[in-house]
């Protein structure tokens, strides 16, 4: 191919000319705004979408809060550990069971070791639990007993004489003059002696909340069952389910027990037929002898 033939292509009219220089304009045109121009799409500016938008975030920012706060634990008596506040500290059915149990008695928890002995709890919940332990506060301020030396000089030696009260005739003035009882604890007592209809032994004592070692033992020192309460005896075998029931010593669940096993095997015969019940409080053996009758 010659170059005059190639040529000839290049060849335009004055029109043609004019169209080519237009459709240069054009291209140039579109690519400066292409180049330009933002065509990237408007940001929603609903005032709606935007309040529900800012709402998610401030939840989503509570969600992280409480996710990440710890949990507080508060102090409290395991005396009264709960069913479901067992569980929650990671205690077994079993564990829990034994603490309700030993409540049962209206016996009380004074130490973390006494704790771990009822409720056979490990050591290492144990561990987790103790620094949440409450005991009340005589627990913790308890005084050890003085011992004093014995001199031979009767100066030195020379005691005052202690007047022993009949304790089913103290007062509220008799009972406070004993070192750890306060009004609080007077009351405990007389109201104790309300309920059974008198004392029949210095060890009911120890049923009463409150009483430490030391108090019991200064009030075993100051009162004495002088007087023995005139006391309406249980017929054990012929006693309803209500008036076990009300029994003092006896709870609901013990007392059908009892009416159960009696009309099975007969007449209970001493108090070692009772013991052999299941729930029977074995340690309060001897207290409750003495307010039933075997006929």
């Known amino acids: 191919m010659s170059f005059k033939s190639i040529q000839s292509y290049f060849r335009f009219s004055k029109e043609q000319r004019k169209g080519i220089f237009l459709l240069f304009l054009i291209i140039l045109t579109l690519q400066c705004v292409y180049f330009f121009s933002d065509f990237s799409s408007s940001p929603n500016n609903d005032p709606e979408k935007q309040k529900w938008i800012a709402l998610q975030v401030e939840i989503d ?90 001199f031979n000089d009767k100066a030195f030696a020379k005691k005052e004489k202690i007047i022993i009260l009949d304790i089913n005739s103290a007062t509220k003035e008799d009972l406070i003059k004993v070192y750890g009882i306060g009004d609080a604890i007077s009351m405990r007592i007389l109201k104790q002696k309300e309920i059974l209809g008198g004392f029949i032994s210095m060890e009911q004592m120890q049923d009463i909340w409150g009483l430490s070692p030391e108090v019991i033992e200064s009030l075993h020192r100051q009162f004495k069952v002088i007087t023995v309460p005139n006391i309406k005896k249980i017929d054990i075998n012929n006693a309803s389910l209500k008036e076990l029931s009300q029994f003092y010593y006896f709870r609901y669940a013990l007392a059908k027990e009892i009416i159960t096993q009696r009309s099975m095997n007969g007449d209970f015969k001493n108090i070692e037929d009772l013991t052999k019940i299941k729930g029977f409080p074995v340690d309060k053996a001897k207290i409750i002898t003495l307010y039933l009758v075997f006929i």
């Open 61 to 150: 920012s509570m969600k992280s809060i409480n996710k990440n706060k710890a949990t507080k634990s508060y102090a409290f008596n395991p005396n009264f550990i709960t069913d479901y506040k067992g569980y929650k500290l990671g205690m077994s059915v079993a564990e829990i069971d034994r603490l309700l149990e030993f409540r049962k008695t209206n016996k009380y928890l004074n130490s973390a070791e006494e704790f771990q002995m009822i409720t056979k709890v490990s050591d290492s919940l144990l561990k987790t639990m103790q620094p949440f332990f409450k005991f009340p506060e005589w627990v913790k301020n308890k005084k050890q007993i003085k011992k004093f030396e014995n």
